[in-house]
């Protein structure tokens, strides 16, 4: 089993929608978490890390839910420039702090 | 510039030879990770670095792999009697200090003929 699960997508949505993503994680030992964003044959980028409290960032809102194990994403007002794979990532407690569990990301495009 | 350089941006070769990829971390950034991403996948980590000393390299899929760190700074994978299955982009991150976030290159794009 993958330490990061996600759903691919694709999803598809109009300018302007609401888009929501989520992922689970298996290991409990999991500490902190993140959404990062990578364009087509770029690199990962930090969008945002996840508070157990849930947190904002404009248009984007992330969530954590330890008890279930469970990240999610929501995007307000898509822009076209939204669309771009995000990436669920954990990272853990103990000898492997600092090494980053990716999911297999979530592909989004965006239409006018 | 002041982010994660990764040299080159792309590399062919043909399968069984040897080929070496080149990280420069952020300046002052003490840690250095390498990470593999094949296509439709995220990336997977193959090997951190705090410092000189390889601190975890428990993603190496095997001993064709190896990577060195040997100033603290500068970072080179290499990998011997290269196979096609280890065509895939390489990217390289580094952060202030282990768990802090962290910042990737560009990545080398690998291609085994």
């Known amino acids: 089993r993958k330490e990061v699960e996600q759903d691919p997508g694709p999803f598809n949505v109009p300018e302007g929608a609401t888009v929501a993503f989520n992922c689970t994680y298996s290991?409990?030992?999991?500490?902190?978490f993140f959404w990062y964003r990578q364009d087509c044959r770029k690199e990962p980028k930090l969008l945002m890390s996840?508070?157990?409290s849930g947190n904002e960032d404009g248009r984007f809102t992330a969530q954590l839910n330890r008890a279930s194990q469970y990240i999610s994403l929501l995007i307000r007002d898509s822009k076209l420039s939204d669309s771009a794979t995000y990436l669920c990532?954990?990272?853990?407690?103990?000898?492997?702090?600092?090494?980053?569990?990716f999911g297999r990301g979530t592909q989004l495009t965006v239409w006018p | 510039g002041a982010g994660v350089s990764q040299t080159p941006s792309n590399k062919v070769t043909e399968k069984g030879k040897y080929v070496e990829l080149r990280c420069d971390p952020i300046?002052?950034?003490?840690?250095l990770y390498w990470y593999r991403q094949s296509l439709g996948q995220g990336p997977e980590f193959l090997i951190y670095?705090?410092?000189?000393?390889?601190?975890?390299d428990s993603g190496l899929p095997n001993d064709r792999f190896f990577a060195v760190r040997p100033e603290g700074s500068v970072s080179t994978l290499k990998i011997q009697r290269t196979e096609r299955g280890d065509s895939a982009v390489y990217l390289c991150?580094?952060?202030?200090?282990?768990?802090?976030?962290?910042?990737f290159g560009d990545g080398t794009r690998l291609s085994i003929l």
């Open positions: 991150a580094s952060s202030r200090e282990r768990g802090w976030p962290q910042h």
């Open positions: 290991n409990s030992a999991s500490q902190s």
């Open positions: 996840v508070y157990s």
């Open positions: 990532v954990v990272n853990q407690r103990g000898s492997t702090l600092g090494r980053l569990y």
């Open positions: 300046s002052g950034h003490t840690a």
């Open positions: 670095f705090q410092g000189t000393g390889a601190a975890d």
